[in-house]
């Protein structure tokens, strides 16, 4: 082998690059480095064809060498898959759906597929064109999802698409939607309470528009019965609701110990009130929230027993269910069940 | 024309699909329908070529009835552009870095670029993992976040990439970082509690290892000089070291006006405690927070004066300076200046 520098292949054998600097190495270069034909090498590195295990080896070898990386957009084309999908929120990626998008990249990653993000505002144009654009990119499938457990109308892409709804269900019961089980959240937050020896128990919420409030007040009811004091409380989601809603169950519902609330915030709100109208949270009275919201439910005082809405698992299983679409399979729409966490506002009480 | 429907061009004639349902059209289905070549087809669709106006009207108006929507990916393979860039953080996208990719993705989207995320976790093997994943799908370039304003070191892509870093900048100074000016945005927040005419005043912030904490009291340093009552009081980041920190400056300071504090939650436990001490805010002390963050700093009792650290700009200069490096130019690194927003902790005051 000559020792000439210009584009023998021992010149290539420097890590990390192809002997051109700033140029990434390519399956030529792979190719000439073992002294193989570009066929063998190409054959070698998606472990195809008849080679010898010693050629295989070699071309391995000289493709870690390069720091040969391949083209996924080449393999893509030719596979007829992106290993890509597309994530389509309406709620910028917030509270709600951020631990949604990592639960699917999740379960995704380990598929090798990565996950390009749209984020709608809210807005149908710009819905539209997210998805055109997503179609053109060849995307695996579509994720779709946003803030709110209402459903939704179907997206419309100009060509078929496998589509999962995560959190936010479509309106069509053909699609393959994802939700959270709110009943069963808030039914465990009042069976706890009543594990608690608790008998004369609240029930405060959002807004009686929202229908995660409405199914959270039906899933206490269902669990209470008539320890249940007084009507369902519908506010809104914020502590200042909370607070108000203290004083309005002392005009209106006669004395209560305990309070099952619709989220952390107004989980918090109901403690502030109660701890500043001289009653003693869990002894007194004790308090559910829910979201398992860490910046609301750790900074109460006390720190809340609340509902871990378990997004990232419902993300995982958007994810699975996705990939299960591509590969022609037919998942179900699913509930996922979350899981109470107890803390100082109802233990010990 | 005849008007056998298996496959003449009448045929085709539908909105939204080729003739062959559930196949995306292809250009050669444009093609048949406009009544030209293939080649003449390409030419209207991508603008280039000698044609006459009406051949390219009439093609277009064919992929139209079509619903041809292209393939980005072979449109990329001849580009040698994929109009993809990656966004990798070391955050899980969580409260500092979800606007910036929101941000970046408003500025990205602007240009039709899109963006993969890769959320690593903190984990080193997963990072360079992902790294060679986003290399291999050909991404125009990243976009590299985390969740502190500490540097980090630059990340090793196995061939040259346009890389910004956003938020966490790159300890080398070759690299295009774009940063937060922590020490302007405290320093407004100082000069804004000396215009209220407040002459005593405390500054409490964070750990004394976040580099954050230790530029937000430099910043309010500079403007109070000897308005500043005793040394900054450093701890970590939660309302409870907001509370305590009052019992300690009635301890250690003496009287105090006002409270500037390194981030919001602490502020929130600097106004729970000082009225919960008898002390009202603003009337006998103002209180200042930093970073915006809306579940702390509205549901404050007061809500809270505060520091908009403009994450979102921040995200949307990182996208155009990565727009600005893929197209050759040469950004430069650059601190985005946070603003004031005045509310009730020092409003009226």
């Known amino acids: 082998m000559s020792h000439d520098p210009s584009g023998h292949p021992a010149h290539l054998g420097r890590p990390g690059h192809s002997g051109h600097p700033g140029r990434p190495a390519r399956i030529a270069d792979v190719a000439a480095l073992a002294g193989v034909s570009i066929g063998t090498a190409s054959k070698a590195l998606n472990d195809t064809g008849q080679l010898r295990t010693e050629t295989r080896a070699r071309v391995k070898a000289a493709a870690e060498q390069l720091g040969f990386v391949g083209d996924a957009r080449a393999r893509a084309l030719s596979s007829g898959r992106s290993y890509t999908v597309g994530m389509v929120t309406t709620d910028s990626f917030g509270r709600f759906t951020m631990p949604v998008l990592l639960g699917a990249e999740d379960a995704l990653s380990a598929g090798e597929v990565m996950v390009l993000v749209a984020d709608t505002r809210d807005d149908h144009v710009r819905e539209a064109h997210y998805l055109r654009s997503l179609v053109s990119r060849g995307v695996d499938g579509i994720i779709v999802t946003g803030r709110s457990a209402d459903a939704r109308p179907p997206i419309e892409v100009p060509v078929p698409v496998p589509v999962v709804y995560a959190l ?182």
């Open 168 to 349: 936010t269900p479509s309106t069509s019961d053909a699609d393959v939607s994802v939700t959270l089980d709110d009943a069963a959240g808030a039914a465990a937050a009042a069976t706890h309470v009543l594990g608690l020896g608790r008998r004369r128990v609240a029930v405060v919420t959002g807004p009686v528009t929202a229908r995660s409030a409405e199914l959270r007040a039906a899933g206490a009811r269902s669990v209470l019965g008539d320890r249940m004091t007084g009507e369902p409380l519908f506010g809104d989601w914020s502590e200042r609701w909370g607070r108000r809603a203290v004083d309005q169950l002392d005009r209106t519902h006669g004395r209560v110990d305990a309070v099952v609330c619709g989220n952390d915030q107004i989980a918090r709100g109901v403690c502030d009130r109660l701890r500043e109208t001289g009653r003693s949270v869990p002894a007194d009275v004790a308090v559910t929230g829910y979201d398992d919201w860490d910046v609301v439910a750790l900074a109460s005082r006390p720190p809340l027993t609340t509902v871990d809405m378990r997004l990232d698992e419902l993300g995982r299983i958007a994810g699975r269910s996705l990939l299960e679409l591509v590969a022609g399979g037919r998942p179900a729409s699913t509930a996922v069940t979350p899981t109470l966490v107890v803390r100082e506002s109802t233990a010990g009480a």
